[in-house]
């Protein structure tokens, strides 16, 4: 079956780092172009970040210089590290793949939720 | 960033047609910012209901479909059902490794 599964939410300070994963099953992370997407509480969805097949990686300027994505092959598994986090960064974080071939967002995680306060 | 635009708010009678839009701040939405259509149920995961403009996704019915309508990608719903009620995002791709969501769009069937 193909699936991602977040985890690695949790309660964080302020200035704090976290570091989330997304364990990809039935498919191969390294050889598709995999994204994060946040959801603040009642706000709508943001687009956080890109890694491609290749390697490289693009992130949405609210994130740029704090978070920085990467996966693992021999666990299948996509990261996003989070540093000097902050309020705003509170969301529910999802992964989900881009298809290349369809041009399209065609899986998506459930999410996992991270809280930065004191 | 660029700003993606969407009502934010639309009603619809049961067994009616509505249309949902998604534009650009500056410039004209086309084929080349792949749009795709997210539909959200409160407390779900998203799902994409409409991919590369005017692709449904697997299940989706044929009472929704996408386009182009002047400068905006469209999401038009026919004969619209109570399970319709969601919130509905679009996607661009704005190029250089950049997506960028409209703020949404909160379907009300009533």
């Known amino acids: 079956e193909v699936q991602l599964v977040e985890t690695g939410g949790g309660l964080i300070q302020p200035g704090g780092s976290l570091r989330l994963s997304c364990a990809a099953s039935?498919?191969?992370?390294?050889?598709?172009?995999m994204n994060w997407v946040r959801q603040a509480p009642g706000k709508g969805l943001e687009w956080v970040s890109i890694?491609?097949?290749?390697?490289?990686?693009h992130y949405a300027d609210s994130v740029k210089g704090r978070f920085t994505v990467s996966r693992d092959s021999s666990t299948n598994t996509l990261f996003l590290q989070m540093n000097s986090l902050i309020a705003d960064d509170t969301a529910v974080y999802y992964c989900?793949?881009?298809?290349?071939?369809?041009?399209?967002?065609?899986?998506w995680g459930q999410g996992t939720i991270v809280t930065v306060s004191s | 960033q660029a700003v993606v635009t969407q009502e934010p708010s639309f009603s619809v009678s049961p067994g009616g047609t509505v249309t949902l839009t998604c534009g650009l701040s500056?410039?004209?939405?086309?084929?080349?910012?792949?749009p795709n259509w997210i539909q959200q149920t409160p407390g779900q995961a998203p799902r994409t209901l409409m991919y590369?403009?005017?692709t449904r996704s697997s299940g989706v019915p044929d009472r929704f479909s996408g386009s182009i309508l002047g400068s905006k990608a469209a999401l038009a719903i026919t004969g619209a059902q109570a399970d319709d009620e969601s919130d509905y995002y679009c996607?661009?791709?704005?190029?250089?490794?950049?997506?960028?969501f409209g703020g949404g769009t909160k379907l009300t069937v009533l």
């Open positions: 989900a793949r881009w298809s290349m071939g369809q041009r399209a967002f065609d899986i």
């Open positions: 996607v661009l791709y704005m190029g250089s490794g950049v997506w960028v």
């Open positions: 590369n403009t005017n």
């Open positions: 890694i491609y097949d290749g390697g490289n990686t």
């Open positions: 500056s410039g004209s939405v086309s084929t080349t910012h792949y």
């Open positions: 039935g498919f191969t992370v390294r050889n598709n172009y």
